[in-house]
């Protein structure tokens, strides 16, 4: 299969663009296109076997469901039985925006396959102008993915689509880089308190501002069966090729990682904040400032891929505080690293 990537600005002026990308849909076909937080791979939400095709390009175990996109916050009284109180008040507070909001979901509305048989269903509106004129244009929901293969990072370009997509989908809207850079944070509302499943964006200080009591589960390891989570979250992902080691960002430490991996004559890529720049390793992508977890959180999945494109045997990623969205970047990062610490 060809796959075209087409540019399409931000101002929203590409009206042949935006056809050819619904006309795809239309058919049944599924669509890459940007959103705040990274590029998803869209298929219309009601239609089983375009939605199939999202899974097939991917890579996607079918356990693991889709989030379902709206143009409109309103749209999703069709789509859900019930929206509590406090999920209406997140709604107000957080769309159109990096939230996802999981509900119960009215029955046979959308393709089984989205929801991955649960009764529940995860919504949310991008604060993206390319997603929302591509929602507004087709006026259907989407069922869309993050736009990589199962187990990579996200795409925040849509260069990053190409790579791992393409002959496997036929389009990809091009709006350049995206905002965040992180997933949208998932919440489920099914539970009273409500429970972040997936840290992001809208941050649990920002949730509790508005609707009070949230539950945060305190760890996000893989395996550990007491915290609740996503289904997606039990898989490998994130993971560039050669393995993540996670390390605190201490001079002394990162030097001395640097220095053992070398002595067993590996090459390292390091991924740190600019105050680690002079270190001796072998390839380094600044995540910009320590104080600064919206630059981290931006770049690290450009700079994750980026070191497939290099000949290193480790990577080390320093931390950032878990304040903020520090939060969500840690989750990743764990992830990334299947857990692991860098130890010498
Ligand atoms: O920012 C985002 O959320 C991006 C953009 C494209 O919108 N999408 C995204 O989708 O990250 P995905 O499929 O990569 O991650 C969706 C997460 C998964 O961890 C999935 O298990 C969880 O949301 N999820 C979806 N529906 C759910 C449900 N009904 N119950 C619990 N978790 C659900
Ligand atoms: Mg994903």
Not at 5 to 14: E, P
Not at 303 to 314: F, G, K, P, S
């Amino acid at each position: 299969m060809e796959t075209k990537r087409l540019i399409v600005d931000n101002d929203v002026n590409n009206i042949s663009t935006y056809t050819q990308a619904v006309e795809k849909l239309l058919a049944g076909e599924v669509v890459a296109f940007p959103t705040e937080t990274v590029y998803g791979l869209g298929a219309i939400a009601t239609n089983e076997a375009a939605v199939a095709k999202i899974f097939e390009a991917k890579g996607r175990p079918a356990d693991n469901p889709l989030i379902v996109h709206v143009g409109e916050a309103q749209d999703i009284l069709e789509y859900v039985s019930e929206i509590p109180e406090k999920a209406d008040t997140c709604i107000q507070a957080f769309w159109p925006g990096p939230l996802t909001l999981i509900l119960t979901a009215k029955p046979n509305v959308f393709a089984t396959n989205v929801s991955a048989g649960l009764s529940t269903v995860g919504v949310r509106m991008p604060d993206h102008p390319v997603a929302l004129e591509l929602l507004r244009k087709l006026r259907q929901p989407i069922a869309a993915p993050s736009a990589n293969r199962s187990g990579k990072p996200s795409p925040t370009t849509a260069l990053h689509v190409e790579k791992d997509l393409t002959g496997r989908i036929p389009l990809i809207l091009d709006g350049g880089a995206t905002g965040i850079g992180l997933e949208s944070t998932v919440v489920d509302f099914t539970v009273e308190p409500p429970v972040i499943l997936r840290p992001g964006g809208i941050t649990a200080d920002m949730l509790r501002e508005v609707i009070g009591e949230v539950i945060e589960p305190a760890s996000t390891k893989v395996g550990d069966e007491t915290t609740p989570r996503a289904p997606g979250m039990k898989y490998a992902h994130y993971a560039p090729d050669a393995p993540v080691y996670l390390i605190q960002p201490n001079q002394e430490l990162i030097e001395q990682a640097i220095k053992t991996i070398h002595t067993s004559r590996k090459k390292v890529a390091l991924l740190a904040s600019d105050d680690f720049k002079t270190t001796d390793a072998d390839w380094f992508w600044s995540l910009g400032n320590q104080q600064n977890p919206q630059d981290f959180a931006h770049h690290l999945y450009a700079h994750l891929r980026a070191c497939d494109e290099t000949t290193a045997d480790i990577i080390l990623v320093t931390v950032p505080d878990k304040a903020g969205v520090g939060a969500a970047i840690f989750n990743r990062l764990e992830k990334a690293a299947d857990g692991n610490w860098w130890s010498s």
